[in-house]
């Protein structure tokens, strides 16, 4: 949840680059989002479409790529997401784990009219 | 003519970039901050109140409370006998960099070397609201159950401390201490682990060593 701070700083992050290309216009913006870092689409699309209004980037194409959370087993090499019942390893059981994908929360890229 | 713009950054919110400003502030005074994280009812207050109790006279502790509503956790702060600074979020359900950068003039930075932050009651938001302190602390408590840690998996990723409140209740509660801590260890292994009952005072002193340590050795550790 609070998505509002985060569709603050994309929005930043977009004009920055938009303008430093030369945009007349931000079509669409990539984003990589990770499992853990609880950040919901519609709510996004929603303060997106009340802050990009007025700016380069209004009517922009929010385009999501969702990154599930895995985790790896340090012991015994096994990778898996979770399944809300498990955090240890399924397959050993093993506590010694760690996160290899899922904090991700970053744009890619943003698609411009030059 | 359409193209395709590389941005590849990190969406470092405002309020991420305002935690580092905080930071460096209480590093320029030699602050130590501490920030403590539970559910409503855990037991913030009362680890809070005995902590001070037991380390007012070995260091010089300033308390901020993050309340929706009411100064009543400053107010005991301040009967344990520290100043204490009130923040009334304004319904806002967790602490944020911004509200902690504006109270940090009510604080005495110079003659402070322990700054005491006690979060809104809340396990889901504050845990993405980082306020620039040195540690975060999460207290869980025996009644709330051993599933914690699967439910809420970022809060307990963030911390450098867990506090299980409430020990003297076990007996009356079905909490698979072995469950939680498998979760736990998943998710931040190595953690430090301080499993105390604030009502009792057993298990108290191990936390308030470990405590009392993190802060002498900040002090003394000159850059």
């Known amino acids: 949840m609070h998505e ?14 938009a303008e430093k290309a030369g945009a007349r216009k931000v079509v669409a913006l990539d984003l990589v989002i990770g499992q853990m870092t609880s950040i919901v689409d519609d709510s996004v699309q929603f303060y997106w479409d009340i802050l990009s209004r007025g700016t380069l980037a209004q009517g922009a194409r929010l385009k999501f790529q969702r990154l599930l959370a895995l985790y790896r ?7 898996y997401s979770l399944d809300g019942h498990h955090l240890a390893c399924p397959q050993c059981d093993s506590a010694c784990v760690q996160l290899v994908q899922g904090d991700e929360l970053r744009l890619e890229s943003i698609e411009i009219e030059a | 003519m359409r193209k395709t713009v590389s941005v590849v950054e990190n969406i470092l919110k405002a309020n991420d970039q305002l935690a580092l400003a905080n ?5 320029q005074h030699r602050t130590f901050a501490v920030n403590f994280m ?3 009812g855990a037991g913030k207050t009362s680890i809070i109140v005995r902590s001070v109790q ?3 006279d070995h260091f010089r502790i300033t308390g901020i409370d993050g309340d929706i509503a009411t100064s009543i956790d400053a107010d ?3 009967a344990a006998g520290i100043p204490a600074v009130q923040i009334n979020t304004g319904g806002a359900c967790h602490l944020d960099a911004v509200m902690v950068h504006n109270a940090l003039p009510e604080v005495d930075l110079p003659a402070t070397d322990l700054l005491i932050i006690e979060n809104v009651g809340n396990l889901i938001c504050p845990a993405n609201f980082p306020l620039g302190a040195h540690l975060n602390i999460l207290i869980a408590s025996v009644p709330e159950g051993a599933d914690k840690p699967y439910k809420y998996p970022t809060m307990y990723r963030g911390v450098q401390a867990l506090l299980l409140n409430k020990t003297d209740l076990l007996p009356y509660f079905d909490f698979d201490v072995d469950y939680f801590r498998h979760g736990v260890e998943a998710l931040n292994p190595g953690l430090a682990f301080f499993p105390l009952s604030a009502n009792t005072g057993d298990g108290l002193d191990s936390w308030i060593s470990w405590l009392a340590e993190q802060v002498s050795h900040y002090l003394t550790d000159r850059h």
């Open chain 1, 4 to 17: 509002l701070p985060f569709v603050e700083s994309i929005l930043q992050i977009t004009l920055e680059h």
């Open chain 1, 73 to 79: 087993c340090q012991d015994c090499g096994h990778t």
């Open chain 2, 23 to 27: 930071r460096a502030l209480l590093e």
């Open chain 2, 38 to 40: 539970a559910s409503p």
């Open chain 2, 54 to 56: 037991a380390l007012k």
């Open chain 2, 76 to 78: 005991r702060m301040a």
